[in-house]
């Protein structure tokens, strides 16, 4: 048995309850020492005044604290007239009705991990939309040709290249006309003409009609 756990003939189940207990017992030992005990009146105001105080918390100071109402009995006051000692602890265990607990204590929230997972996902998600649509862009709008462009800068390219040829073309039958050389039409004028005989037939047609 340890006999740090035993105080005042009692013996106690934590060092801190011991602790406590032999702290009582030093203040019980001072009073002891120092109160009048035979002054019924004095005894009475340290047994009002331990307990507003809260004086005493172990058995070694309730033991004390029946001393002192014993005193003031034999000293002619009647129980009635005697506040009650409390006891600061539950000596019998009840099996706990876990429903009516249930209702009594408030209910923790539990936290979703799947919750926080879902947020995370939706976010990322987000995140990667927005890079997609700005990826996008930028290769819409890039000058050199890509997957996403090559349609437009090929037809671009083409049109250019043909206009250039058309220039070209032009300037050489223009050049030849000057040094009196003959050449075939250019593209426009032979367009022209193509137009001119189209229109021709179509009023012959007409005429031949009326």
């Known amino acids: 048995m340890n006999d740090e756990m ?15 207990a032999r702290e009582e017992l030093a203040r019980i030992e001072y ?14 105001q340290l047994y009002d005044k331990a307990l507003d105080t809260k004086m005493f918390h172990t058995p070694v100071g309730w033991r004390y604290m029946d001393k002192l109402a014993g005193i003031l009995k034999d000293s002619g006051y009647v129980p009635e007239e005697l506040r009650p000692i409390p006891l600061y602890n539950v000596f019998a265990r009840v099996e ?10 408030p209910v923790k929230k539990k936290k979703d991990p ?11 998600i987000g995140v990667l939309i927005v890079m997609v649509i700005t990826m996008f862009v930028i290769a819409m709008k890039a000058e050199t040709p890509n ?14 290249w043909e206009q250039d040829i058309r220039d070209r073309e032009n300037a050489v039958r ?4 000057e040094l009196n050389m003959i050449s075939p039409l250019t593209h426009d004028e032979q367009k022209e003409l193509q ?3 189209q229109e021709l037939q179509e009023q012959q047609q007409v005429q031949g009609e009326d």
Do not use: C
């Not at 706990?96 to 204590?105: A, C, K, N, Y």
């Open 6 to 20: 035993i105080v005042g003939g009692f013996i106690f189940g934590t060092a801190a309850d011991a602790d406590l």
């Open 31 to 44: 009073l002891d020492a120092n109160m009048n005990y035979s002054n019924t009146s004095k005894v009475k």
């Open 96 to 105: 706990e009705d876990h429903s009516v607990l249930e209702r009594i204590r």
């Open 114 to 124: 799947y919750k926080r997972k879902y947020a995370l996902a939706v976010m990322l």
């Open 147 to 160: 997957m996403l462009n090559y349609r437009n800068a090929i037809i671009n390219e083409y049109a250019d």
């Open 174 to 177: 223009l050049k030849e006309r």
């Open 195 to 197: 137009e001119q005989q």
